[in-house]
């Protein structure tokens, strides 16, 4: 199975909001509502920021948000933060494996 | 407070055996539904989901790499081994475990970088 599909990178300035997409198949994506999000600064290990595709663990603030149509999940972070700035990775459950997508950059302009 | 740390060597040649251990606190891997995963990440590239491991031994592989991955536990120690066959230097990565709940991986370890090299 191959990765899920997410763009290279995204990009917004403070305050606003921007989505960043994660591009499945009917097999991993659209099969379950198993999609997560982590957040990776440079040097870091990943955090998790949405799980079961739009559930937010404590702490997490609700500036970031999830959803799912289809066979691709979305992560949205509103108002913007510099500290936001930062790899994202989506991932999803594909039966008896897990998959990751390629990543992508957000830069907070 | 759960954490995981990952150890092992930093240096292997090509085509020998990694062994990896996760030693982790603040939870049990014996409790129902509880899991442990290996995710890797070569320098400036994305993850990659390596293996998990259920508290009821059930071990999930990644397709491409199920025939270089063994996942094991030993619950009394609170650690989870990985080994990886036959090294070749694309397997260069910082390596991390984490903890799995329903197919998702929170917290996870700092992480440990193996540079596979002659």
Same mark, same amino acid.
């Given at each position: 199975?191959?990765?899920?599909?997410?763009?290279?990178?995204?990009? +917004?300035?403070?305050?606003?909001?921007?989505?960043?997409?994660?591009?499945?198949?009917?097999?991993?994506?659209?099969?379950?509502?198993?999609?997560?999000?982590?957040?990776?600064?440079?040097?870091?290990?990943?955090?998790?920021?949405?799980?079961?595709? %739009?559930?937010?663990?404590?702490?997490?603030?609700?500036?970031? %948000? +999830?959803?799912? %149509?289809?066979?691709?999940? %979305?992560? &949205?972070?509103?108002?913007?933060?510099?500290?936001?700035?930062?790899?994202?990775?989506?991932?999803?459950?594909?039966?008896?494996?897990?998959?990751?997508? +390629?990543?992508?950059?957000?830069?907070?302009? | 407070?759960?954490?995981?740390?990952?150890?092992?060597?930093?240096?292997?040649?090509?085509?020998?055996?990694?062994?990896?251990?996760?030693?982790?606190?603040?939870? =049990?891997? =014996?409790?129902?539904?509880?899991?442990?995963?290996?995710?890797?990440?070569?320098? +400036?590239?994305?993850?990659?989901?390596?293996?998990?491991?259920?508290?009821?031994?059930?071990?999930?592989?990644?397709?491409?790499?199920?025939?270089?991955?063994?996942?094991?536990?030993?619950?009394?120690?609170?650690?989870?081994?990985?080994?990886?066959?036959?090294?070749?230097?694309?397997? &260069?990565?910082?390596?991390?475990?984490?903890?799995?709940?329903?197919?998702?991986?929170?917290?996870?370890?700092?992480? &440990?970088?193996?540079?596979?090299?002659?």
């Amino acid at each position: 199975q191959s990765a899920l599909t997410q763009p290279p990178s995204a990009s +917004g300035s403070p305050g606003q909001s921007v989505t960043i997409s994660c591009t499945g198949t009917s097999s991993d994506v659209g099969g379950y509502n198993y999609v997560s999000w982590y957040q990776q600064h440079p040097g870091k290990a990943p955090k998790l920021m949405i799980y079961e595709v %739009s559930k937010r663990p404590s702490g997490v603030p609700d500036r970031f %948000s +999830g959803s799912k %149509s289809g066979n691709t999940a %979305s992560l &949205t972070v509103s108002g913007l933060q510099a500290e936001d700035e930062a790899d994202y990775y989506c991932s999803s459950y594909a039966g008896s494996n897990i998959l990751f997508g +390629g990543g992508t950059k957000l830069t907070v302009l | 407070q759960i954490t995981l740390k990952e150890s092992g060597p930093t240096l292997v040649k090509p085509t020998q055996t990694l062994t990896l251990t996760c030693t982790f606190s603040g939870f =049990s891997l =014996s409790t129902s539904g509880v899991g442990v995963g290996w995710i890797r990440q070569p320098p +400036g590239k994305a993850l990659e989901w390596l293996a998990l491991i259920y508290w009821d031994d059930d071990k999930r592989y990644s397709p491409s790499l199920k025939s270089r991955l063994t996942i094991t536990k030993d619950t009394s120690k609170n650690q989870v081994v990985l080994t990886m066959t036959n090294m070749d230097p694309v397997d &260069t990565a910082t390596y991390y475990c984490a903890l799995s709940s329903r197919n998702w991986f929170d917290p996870w370890g700092q992480g &440990t970088l193996v540079t596979v090299s002659s």
